[in-house]
């Protein structure tokens, strides 16, 4: 989605602005600008296509120079993506500047009543419309900006995080959100601040950040302070909470490696270790979990459990609804947050519902949660990103601690939150009594094997690219999974269509002959997970049924299988572990085979066409 940053300060703006919009490319766009103040003027330069892009523009309008200045990253909504649509827009007199990210629903009707009043509008966006609704407003009530953004805010409908700049207050940046995540940078002594959509763009300058809450709005004053008000009434938020961010520069950069993706492949290990640490206590028999504990009374009444999320963090609730129910035997729902959030829901105070989200920002799974609480569920959220607007919104919860996840394709955070949601279902297996004090030891101390098993096999690495390199020009691709390890087929089928585009399918083993056994032929790559412990017998048989039509098979097996050799074209070993646990084994070889493919396919497998980090419109 719309990545925001911006600086305000005694440096030059443009290279912190367009490295900041570098470090938020992985969220995904299509068209990036800037805007500069200088010499008591806004120079605009805009274009579609990447910010390397941007910067050739800039060049061209020697638009380099200025101490203020807003980029932004634009992922088309409102009207195509081209060089007008793109941000930053000035408002009718030129006077003032925005950059947007969210949509205003109700723009055409406002823009209806502007034009009555003699705008013009240059673009299709929702965006050129807000920032002339504030200039209308701004004259109208001959007020400052502030107070003129605040008023404007009150009669838009729908969902944002704006940057807004005078070019007659040059010392002065007016910044709000509602739905959309936007961070304040506080430099030292308050003199120079930095506006970005996450903390990333100035983790270098300043570890001290305020992240605005939903209808809150900032008046930014250089050399003087932040005041935050509420858009609502415009009463003052009297201590804005001032967080100090735990990022590094480090985490945040390739290290040495070709892809983002590829590195979040193998920190897996380390993100795992750093998920159970100091919660997994295996030898003491203990997991300890604050957010789980204090909140125990209510999991250990619940009704059932529902899982709301999207995408992988919804296939991670998937593999939770096989473990609550095995080890805990609670009964458990897995929801599209999109479908929960408008199907009026039977849901209510004896519910749980548990909100799965890497960036915490996912605007469906954040409704989903509003929708939750109104009804009186106790909602848990495991989020990755600390401090996020989900992570702020549920009553409880746990952090992955997988660090900045930057592809776009998720990876760690896909294991990390099967780590997570292991624990929590371990955790209260032990405390109903439904999992036996015997196997509750034996999973703890199996899972702290896990780490050193994903490590082991990452020296697949070379095997899986020759394997890819046979494939890469498959149309389409099947994948198939059986309990703990379906899935894991539905996540691996994603993360090859949405990082090579070609077209894949997850489905249930047993359930390919209702169907997709119509697919199969001598083109068709078929990937079955087959581990020792799950329905193993079953999947052999659905083996050979593909075998049988020429299908070709990649079968991932536990290591020493003996039997699936002979039938498969390609025999991928994962180390033995618990069947409940493999998922977080047998994950791994179908990131490298999707990421390999990609690769060899020429496509751009950080930032996949059309698909953004944040999914922050609904
Ligand atoms: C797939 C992927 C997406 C996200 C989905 C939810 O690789 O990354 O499907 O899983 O957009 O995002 P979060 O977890 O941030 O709520």
Not at 272 to 281: E, K, N, P, Q
Not at 290 to 296: E, I, P, S
Not at 442 to 447: D, G, K, N, R
Not at 572 to 583: C, L, N, R
């Amino acid at each position: 989605m719309c990545g925001i940053a911006g600086y305000i300060g005694h440096r030059q703006a443009y290279p912190i602005v367009v490295n900041g919009l570098k470090r938020l490319e992985y969220r995904g766009y299509d068209s990036a600008g800037i805007v500069l103040y200088n010499d008591q003027k806004l120079n605009v330069s805009k274009t579609k296509g990447k910010v390397s892009d941007l910067e050739e523009i800039s060049n061209k309008d020697n638009n380099h120079i200025g101490n203020i200045g807003f980029g932004h990253t634009r992922w088309a909504t409102h009207g195509v993506p081209n060089d007008v649509n793109s941000h930053p827009h000035l408002s009718q007199s030129g006077e003032l500047a925005i950059v947007h990210n969210g949509i205003i629903e109700n723009y055409d009707t406002i823009k209806k009543e502007l034009i009555t009043r003699g705008y013009t509008f240059k673009s299709d966006t929702d965006t050129e419309v807000l920032i002339n609704l504030i200039e209308e407003v701004k004259k109208e009530n001959n007020c400052k900006l502030g107070k003129a953004v605040q008023l404007a805010l009150t009669q838009v409908i729908g969902a944002y995080a704006i940057a807004v700049f005078d070019v007659n207050k040059p010392d002065e940046v007016i910044v709000a959100r509602l739905g959309s995540p936007i961070a304040i940078g506080i430099g030292k002594d308050n003199k120079e601040f930095f506006v970005a959509s996450d903390a990333s763009p100035f983790i270098e300058y300043t570890k001290e950040a305020i992240y605005l809450e939903d209808q809150e709005l900032a008046i930014i004053k250089l050399d003087r302070d932040i005041r935050v008000r509420k858009v609502k009434d415009d009463s003052i938020v009297s201590s804005p909470e001032v967080l100090e961010l735990e990022m590094s520069l480090e985490q945040i950069e390739k290290g040495g490696y070709d892809h983002f993706m590829l590195k979040e492949i193998y920190e897996q290990p380390d993100a795992i270790v750093d998920t159970y640490r100091g919660r997994l206590l295996a030898n003491e028999g203990i997991i300890k979990m604050a957010g789980v504990d204090d909140n125990m009374e209510r999991f250990l009444n619940a009704n059932r459990i529902i899982i709301v999320a999207c995408g992988t963090s919804w296939h991670a609730g998937l593999v939770a609804e096989y473990m609550f129910e095995d080890f805990a035997r609670i009964p458990v729902e897995v929801e599209y947050a999109s479908e929960f959030r408008y199907r009026n829901p039977v849901i209510n105070e004896k519910d749980i519902v548990i909100a799965i989200s890497q960036s915490g920002e996912t605007a469906d799974t954040l409704a989903a949660i509003k929708l939750a609480k109104s009804k009186g569920a106790f909602v848990f959220g495991v989020c990755n990103v600390v401090g996020s607007s989900i992570a702020r919104e549920t009553d409880a919860g746990a952090y992955t601690h997988a660090g900045p996840e930057i592809g776009v394709a998720s990876t760690k955070a896909f294991t990390t939150q099967i780590t997570v949601l292991s624990l929590i279902a371990l955790k209260l297996g032990k405390a109903n009594g439904a999992l036996s004090n015997a196997s509750y030891h034996s999973y703890l101390q199996e899972m702290e094997l896990i780490p050193n098993k994903v490590q082991e096999l990452l020296v697949i690495n070379d095997q899986i690219e020759n394997i890819a390199r046979e494939y890469k020009d498959a149309p389409n691709c099947l994948y198939l999974g059986r309990g703990f390890n379906f899935p894991v087929a539905l996540e691996g089928a994603l993360k090859l269509k949405e990082i090579s585009y070609i077209h894949a399918e997850g489905y249930p083993a047993a359930e390919m002959k209702h169907g997709p056994i119509a697919l199969i032929d001598e083109q068709m790559p078929v990937v079955v997970i087959a581990t020792k412990k799950g329905h193993y017998e079953k999947v052999v048989s659905n083996i050979q049924e593909i075998k049988s039509r020429k299908g070709k098979i990649i079968a991932i097996v536990t290591q020493g299988d003996d039997t699936v050799k002979h039938i498969a074209d390609h025999v991928i070993e994962v180390p033995d572990s618990e069947e409940a646990f493999s998922p977080l084994l047998t994950t791994i070889p179908m990131q490298l085979l999707s990421y390999h493919i990609a690769l060899m396919r020429g496509c751009n497998v950080d930032q996949p066409r059309n698909l953004a980090k944040s999914v922050t419109v609904e």
